[in-house]
């Protein structure tokens, strides 16, 4: 089941949609009576890539994620906190490189913001959330904790979870370790909506604090042309909050959320 939603979360972005489109439509080219077909199919896959690649459409999807929860500006209010949790978002499994190349962009983001809370506020722990893909490769957390020690973080400060594989095992898990106690929760911010949703499904009461924001307000406008010109980064963005909201239909299709 998880390999499946794995592979129809990839599937169903507007890359690979778009792609085999494209292809589909070229197919059908060579169709004397399938032209004006092919011709749509492709004109929808240009239309789809372009559009997708567009920053104010990227920005309009992304962040009707982000805002649901705006950034932890003052950790200090949370001193009854006593649990820092950091939920992963993937890794390789290249044993060539050290620990904190191994960690995804997104996964390092998160480690860093989770540390910096852990110092601001004393007493607290951290506890590093994620398994590995298989027999023989490192959790996740595992390698979290790695290089949060070689940040500084005293080992008997941090706890992992290194058998989850998704967000909702996160919330099963770290439900049966935390219990009752308070703590604050560290993911993306596109993330986050479906995070604190699986968490308060297991009656856990998470304080949030997202971090990773993309659609950010620039009040430049020597570039403000940007704003509609096709980039692939555009296109990446669009991809992970589309994830997000297929996550978040594929929860509520399971009753997890």
């Known amino acids: 089941m998880f390999a499946l939603k794995k592979l129809l979360g990839d599937i169903l972005m507007p890359f690979p949609v778009a792609l085999g489109l494209l292809f589909l439509g070229l197919i059908l080219l060579w169709s004397a009576r399938r032209k004006n077909t092919a011709i749509f199919l492709v004109t929808l896959s240009a239309l789809m890539l372009g559009s997708a690649g567009i920053e104010r459409v990227s920005d309009y999807v992304v962040r009707s994620l982000e805002r649901k929860y705006p950034p932890l500006v ?10 820092i949790v950091v939920l992963s978002a993937g890794q390789t499994d290249d044993k060539r490189v050290p620990a904190l190349d191994r960690l ?7 480690l ?3 540390i910096r809370l852990y110092r ?12 590995g893909a298989g027999p023989g490769i490192n959790a996740i957390a595992d390698n979290m904790k790695t290089v949060a020690r070689e940040l500084g973080v005293p080992g008997e400060d941090i706890a992992v979870d290194g058998s989850s594989f998704d ?3 996160q919330a099963v898990l770290i439900g049966h370790m935390l219990k009752e106690k308070r703590f604050i929760l560290v993911t993306s911010a596109t993330h986050m909506p479906r995070a604190v949703a699986l968490f308060k499904k297991q009656g856990l009461d998470p304080i949030p604090a997202p971090t990773r924001f993309t ?6 406008d020597f570039d403000a042309h940007k704003g509609w010109m096709p980039d692939a980064e555009n296109l990446v963005a669009l991809d992970g909050a589309l994830h997000e909201y297929l996550g978040i239909a594929w929860s509520w299709f399971r009753g997890q959320i």
């Not at 995804?104 to 998160?110: E, P």
């Not at 601001?120 to 722990?125: A, D, Q, S, V």
């Open 74 to 83: 003052n950790p200090s209010a949370f001193k009854d906190a006593e649990w």
């Open 104 to 110: 995804g962009d997104d996964t390092v983001i998160r």
């Open 112 to 114: 860093v913001y989770g």
């Open 120 to 131: 601001m506020l004393p007493g607290t722990k951290l506890l590093l959330s994620g398994g």
């Open 167 to 169: 967000t909702a095992d």
């Open 215 to 220: 659609a950010l307000e620039d009040e430049a």
